[in-house]
């Protein structure tokens, strides 16, 4: 059986009302969804889709409203086993606003166990969004701690999805997933954001990842939807 994957940052929440566009042609296994406002009315389109929510975890405020991550699963593919929020280091402005705002937000890595109700295996998904305000130094420092929770020497069922938000200098990134067993479900794709810099300039960029380990892959698909400046990415593995 094959389980399929989606990953989207919704915009601050602008794509969550035409999700159903998405889940009726494409019926993904697990949705990872990323500045998402994170209230029961978001919570409910959801569920009148047939989804079930898994976690949610905040990563921040602006004007007042408080997004972050959360991740839905179909109940008819997948039984839910539990999870936990991981805590990232955040970069000097995220501890500044913090500290303006009033408010202590952590950014942080939203982790879901799952089982496949066909086969009985067991897997894990990580949904994340990384610093997008800071320099590659403080995303390493916060996939190296996503990736700490990973056990290096046993082979697990692992999938990592999300707005990695790293769009340039690859190397040390590639060297962190290659260290824990990782492979990308996403190398097929050139950019998964497509934007206009002062709204003339247009900009594409690769913002958007799937990583995976002791699966098997079968494809992934940039959809050409345009809900958001992030495109939704979809993968399928055979767990």
């Known amino acids: ?40 009315k978001n919570f409910k389109i959801l569920e009148d889709l047939g989804y079930k929510l898994a976690d949610f975890s905040n990563s921040f405020i602006k004007f007042g409203k408080v997004y972050g991550l959360a991740t839905f699963y179909n109940e008819k593919a997948l039984t839910f086993l539990g999870s936990k929020s991981l805590t990232l ?28 109700r066909h086969t ?14 800071a320099t590659n130094g403080i995303r390493v420092k916060q996939i190296q701690e996503t990736l700490s929770d990973l056990n290096i020497n046993k082979l697990e069922h692992v999938l990592i999805a999300g707005d990695f938000n790293y769009p340039y200098g690859r190397r040390k990134f590639e060297e962190l997933i290659a ?5 990308e479900a996403t190398s097929n794709l050139y950019y998964t954001l497509q934007s206009k810099l002062f709204k003339f300039i247009p900009i594409k960029l690769k913002l958007d990842y799937v990583l995976y380990k002791g699966v ?17 990415i979809l993968s399928s593995f055979q767990i």
């Not at 260290?179 to 492979?183: I, P, S, T, V």
């Open 179 to 183: 260290q824990y067993g990782l492979a």
């Open 216 to 232: 098997g892959f079968k494809e992934t698909q940039r959809l050409s939807i345009n809900f958001s400046d992030h495109f939704p």
């Open 120 to 133: 009985g295996k067991k897997f894990t998904v990580y949904n994340l969004h990384l610093t997008p305000w």
């Open 1 to 40: 059986m094959t389980t399929s994957l989606l990953t989207y940052n919704l915009f601050f929440s602008s794509a969550i009302t035409h999700i159903s566009k998405i889940t009726k042609l494409y019926s993904p296994d697990i949705l990872c969804f990323q500045e998402m406002i994170t209230n029961e």
């Open 89 to 116: 280091p955040r970069s000097y402005s995220e501890i500044l606003l913090s500290i303006m705002r009033g408010a202590h937000n952590p950014r942080t890595v939203l982790k879901a166990d799952f089982e496949d």
